[in-house]
């Protein structure tokens, strides 16, 4: 079988076929395992691999599509797996495929899967949590204990990831109608997987997008959970992919001013130029020895921050939000600095708190007390997690507890 | 409260992707840069760490294309 293959129509009543697959062995181990072209088999025995491991693919089960991938993009979860075989953490306990950012075409349909066909554009979201415990309930499948998520090696045996000519995926799991308009499908509304039928696929739309909009799905999720309000002003530290679309999904959530941060002049100015933010300033690379240097450059960043300039050349100021996205200690306390602005006396009280050099939970939440609504994202384990504050002490007590 | 992942945010994702909003990015340009096939993909895992390419241009999103099935 070479990677040119055309699967069958009738691909059900087959057996199990075997797929090409990258499989991270060890840091930087990658290989790739299964059917092999003939120009790719002799020409890069770095990536072959000599075990003759299979990937065996059965055809996919009554309510799952088979998926060619096309495009999955690198997270930097993948980066760490990569780097390290590890992800903070979490250990790989067995070989993995990496990838979870990904789109591709179906090419094989469950038997009871009436509303997708062979050729069709999907994105996949590619967490698969239990669907019965209390939060899937609720409809907050993401903090499932049962999550499966591929590429992730929290699960054990993995639940592999994208990076592989083929997979089986649940159909509830497939969105497609990011290449056309529609509804998409969630796991609590399984009357829609009967019914619905979303547009032909525009032709001329890329496979990029479905990759994107996982990213993006992090990015709308902070926004939620932050209850941007309309015409507030936001700001975000780290112009990467995950800040970049924190900014533009703040814009898109109501945000009347967005500035982004970042210690890379192009970052910052690809944001500004391309729409992502409104106004964007960069950040001095400073690093402090002591507490007292570390929160004297915060409170240089913070101030820099309300120096920036905003859209008609007035001083941003004061902020409503700040998004965390850099995972850098400097930026994170600057980040408790610049809301603070507006309350003077809560600044002063930091003065006092403890040591913001070990910023987590208890910290921040001495600071969150005394502030109206406060966020910060940081990276954990290579995850993105973010963390709202609110004004009164219940909300936080309860909101604290939660992912 | 803190946020892990997400849920139920693709049909946001998917209106804000094509949004017909003229103050909205093109989303696009996050893809900075592609390897074909998974024969690409070492050198893709390497790209990916950087913050700028050989030519200088910035490394926003890395993705890996697959062939034509």
Redesign the interface.
């Known amino acids: 079988m070479s990677?040119?293959?055309?699967?069958p129509p009738n691909i059900q009543m087959a057996g199990p076929s075997s797929v090409?697959?990258?499989v991270l062995h060890g840091e930087?181990d990658?290989r790739?395992v299964g059917p092999l072209s003939g120009t790719?088999d002799s020409l890069?025995a770095?990536?072959i691999e000599k075990s003759k491991e299979s990937r065996p693919l059965p055809p996919p089960a009554a309510t799952e599509l088979q998926i060619?991938?096309?495009?999955?993009?690198?997270c930097g979860s993948?980066?760490h797996y990569?780097?390290h075989y590890r992800n903070g953490d979490i250990l790989v306990k067995e070989p993995l495929i990496l990838?979870h950012e990904c789109a591709?075409?179906v090419?094989a349909v469950g038997a009871e899967v009436t509303d997708f066909e062979i050729g069709e554009k999907v994105?996949l979201?590619v967490?698969q949590p239990c669907g019965d415990c209390d939060r899937c309930r609720e409809?907050?499948?993401?903090?499932c204990k049962g999550m499966r998520?591929r590429s992730s090696a929290k699960s054990f045996p993995h639940y592999q990831g994208t990076?592989?000519?083929?997979i089986n995926h649940p159909a509830a799991w497939c969105?497609k109608?990011?290449f056309s308009?529609g509804?998409?499908l969630?796991l609590?509304e399984p009357s829609m997987l009967r019914h619905y039928r979303a547009p032909r696929l525009p032709k001329n739309v890329?496979?990029?997008?479905g990759?994107?909009?996982e990213?993006?799905?992090?990015a709308?999720?902070?926004a939620?959970?932050a209850q941007i309000a309309l015409n507030s002003t936001v700001l975000v530290f780290g112009a990467?992919?995950v800040g970049?679309?924190c900014a533009?999904?703040a814009?898109?959530s109501g945000s009347s001013h967005v500035t982004i941060a970042d210690i890379?002049k192009?970052?910052v100015s690809?944001a500004t130029r391309?729409?992502?933010a409104h106004a964007g300033f960069v950040v001095p690379m400073k690093r402090g020895q002591t507490i007292d240097e570390k929160l004297e450059i915060a409170k240089d960043i913070a101030a820099l921050a309300a120096r920036a300039e905003g859209a008609q050349g007035e001083p941003v100021g004061e902020v409503d939000l700040v998004f965390e996205c850099t995972g850098v200690e400097s930026c994170l306390q600057a980040a408790i600095y610049v809301p603070l602005l507006r309350f003077l006396c809560h600044k002063q009280a930091a003065d006092h708190c403890s040591p913001l050099d070990q910023v987590g939970e208890s910290c921040s939440l001495a600071w969150a007390r005394q502030s109206r609504l406060f966020l910060y994202?940081r990276r954990r384990c290579g995850?993105?997690?973010?963390?709202?504050?609110?004004d009164t002490r219940t909300?936080i007590r309860k909101?604290?507890i939660?992912? | 409260m803190g946020v892990f992942r997400y849920a139920n945010t693709y049909q946001e994702g998917i209106d804000i992707l094509l949004s017909k909003r003229r103050d909205m990015p093109d989303f696009g340009k996050l893809v900075t840069h592609r390897y074909k096939g998974l024969k690409g993909a070492q050198e893709a895992f390497e790209m990916a760490r950087r913050t700028t390419d050989d030519e200088g241009r910035l490394v926003l999103k890395v993705v890996i294309e697959m062939d034509e099935v």
């Open positions: 990677l040119g293959l055309v699967e090409q697959a990258l930087k990658l790739i790719e890069r770095r990536l060619a991938i096309r495009c999955t993009g690198l993948d980066l990569y780097h990838g591709g075409v090419v994105a979201e967490g409809g907050r499948y993401n903090i998520f990076l592989q000519g083929r969105h109608s990011v308009f509804h998409s969630s609590f890329s496979l990029d997008l990759a994107i909009l990213p993006l799905a992090v709308i999720h902070a939620r959970r990467g992919a970049l679309l533009a999904t814009k898109a890379d192009g970052r690809f391309n729409k992502f994202q995850r993105w997690i973010s963390w709202v504050f609110s909300r909101e604290s939660s992912f």
